[in-house]
């Protein structure tokens, strides 16, 4: 049986604070974006499998009887998609050739789709058996520098599956562009997204494809798994700057792992600070929406930027192309820190309300001389959803179409 075509997006996030200390336990303060991952399933009728991934430069097809081979190592417990099936992952490793040490861009993203698609079609969880198809995706946000786009990869491939294989409906309706699937669907979404992270991330702590799975409006609360949008937030302008350091997640994630394990009465603290930061950030965004806006709110929130940069270069994940953009910045008098999983990527800039075009366009030239790009952010994009071809920007369809 052919799948059904589909197409889904889902946004990247920023973490305003709390990065690495969520994957401990505490809180982040996160907001999604406005820049997507677009990604087009088609069936095929030739029995091959194909992804297309222009972002990281790798295109790859399998003949399906290649595939059919991996479903003898599928766990058919259901308690089991909680968990990545080691032995899955293990034999995916040797199928793609990568058994020891870390994965590669490619690598990662080439079995965080073959672990997807062999778990949802493989497994008798769907009506379809392997289909032959090709995934092409796009995505707007820069790869591997911390906004969250392999978050947005994963919630992608998990929502284009999920409705491909017919475990959740589609929810496009003939007179919208854009459809949004109900609560429990997107449940099914976020942890099959979940499991996507786990593969690139090794240890996620789930906060960015709950970003990019609901709509979260504003700003969101994560803490331990559990999402609250906070809608009494006032809208922060923030400036964003990508430093175009490559860093891995994955690696990051686990030297702060390994610090915390070696000095742990020493960074434990850290990470209880961080929770603070994060705890006093909401506090004075939820005042600020109760009461007029005064300066001394801005100088808080640039008070708890600087220090949660302060204690991110103490916990291992600083760079020395972060410290340039704080620097910089504030040699305009703007306060920044880095965002996601630091090591280089991208880093934050608060804006006050009077902070003037001539401050803004003079930092973003100064920022943009040391290489770096920049662009003031708009916040708030939608989670996943699917969409008819024409809702689509013409040039994001012709990259889907071109392969
Ligand atoms: N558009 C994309 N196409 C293919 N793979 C992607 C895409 N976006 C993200 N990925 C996967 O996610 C990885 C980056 O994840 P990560 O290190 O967590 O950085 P971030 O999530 O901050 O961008 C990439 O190396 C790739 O494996
Ligand atoms: C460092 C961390 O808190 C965020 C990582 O975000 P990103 O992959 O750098 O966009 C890890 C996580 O929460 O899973
Ligand atoms: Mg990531």
Redesign the pocket.
């Known amino acids: 049986m052919e799948v059904r075509d589909c197409l889904v997006s889902a946004p990247g996030k920023a973490i305003l604070h709390g990065e690495h200390a969520v994957v401990h336990g505490k809180v982040a303060l996160a907001v999604s974006l406005n820049l997507r991952?677009y990604l087009q399933l088609k069936a095929r009728s030739d029995g091959k499998v194909c992804i297309n991934?222009p972002?990281?430069d790798?295109f790859v097809c399998w003949e399906l009887s290649e595939l059919k081979q991996l479903t003898s190592f599928l766990s058919d417990k259901k308690e089991e998609m909680q968990r990545l099936d080691a032995e899955l992952v293990k034999r995916l490793r040797e199928f793609i050739g990568v058994t020891n040490g870390n994965l590669d861009?490619?690598a990662?993203?080439i079995l965080a789709f073959l672990y997807i698609y062999l778990s949802l079609f493989g497994s008798g969880r769907s009506i379809i058996d392997m289909p032959s198809l090709t995934v092409s995706?796009?995505?707007e946000?820069?790869?591997?520098?911390?906004?969250?786009?392999?978050?947005?990869?994963s919630v992608c491939l998990a929502a284009a599956f999920l409705c491909a294989t017919g475990n959740i409906p589609t929810p496009l309706k003939e007179w919208e562009q854009t459809g949004r699937w109900c609560q429990e669907d997107l449940e099914l979404i976020n942890s099959w997204a979940f499991q996507g992270e786990k593969i690139?991330?090794g240890n996620p702590s789930g906060v960015?494809n709950a970003v990019g799975t609901w709509d979260i409006g504003g700003m969101l609360r994560f803490l331990a798994g559990k999402i609250i949008p906070l809608s009494r937030v006032p809208l922060l302008r923030i400036l964003l700057t990508n430093t175009k350091v490559p860093r891995?997640?994955?690696v990051l994630v686990a030297r702060v792992k390994d610090k915390i394990n070696k000095l742990p009465s020493i960074m434990i603290p850290v990470l209880d600070s961080v929770d603070a930061i994060s705890c006093t950030c909401e506090k004075v965004l939820t005042e600020m929406t109760c009461e007029p806006i005064t300066g001394d709110h801005y100088n808080i929130l640039e008070e708890l930027i600087d220090i949660n940069q302060h204690h991110l270069n103490v916990i291992g994940v600083g760079h020395p192309s972060l410290d340039t953009l704080c620097q910089v910045t504030a040699a305009r008098g703007l306060h920044s820190k880095l965002t996601?999983?630091g090591g280089g990527?991208c880093g934050i800039t608060l804006l006050r309300p009077e902070t003037d075009s001539t401050t803004v366009q003079g930092t973003m030239k100064d920022l943009r001389d040391c290489g770096y790009d920049c662009w003031e952010t708009s916040i708030g994009g939608p989670g996943v959803q699917q969409h008819f071809p024409s809702s689509v920007k013409e040039e994001i369809m012709e990259v889907l179409n071109r392969y």
Do not use: Q
Not at 141 to 153: D, F, H, I, K, V
């Open positions: 991952t991934l972002n990281i790798t861009s490619s990662s993203a995706v796009w995505s946000l820069p790869t591997g520098a911390g906004l969250g786009s392999s978050a947005a990869y690139i991330h960015d891995s997640t994955k996601g999983a990527g």
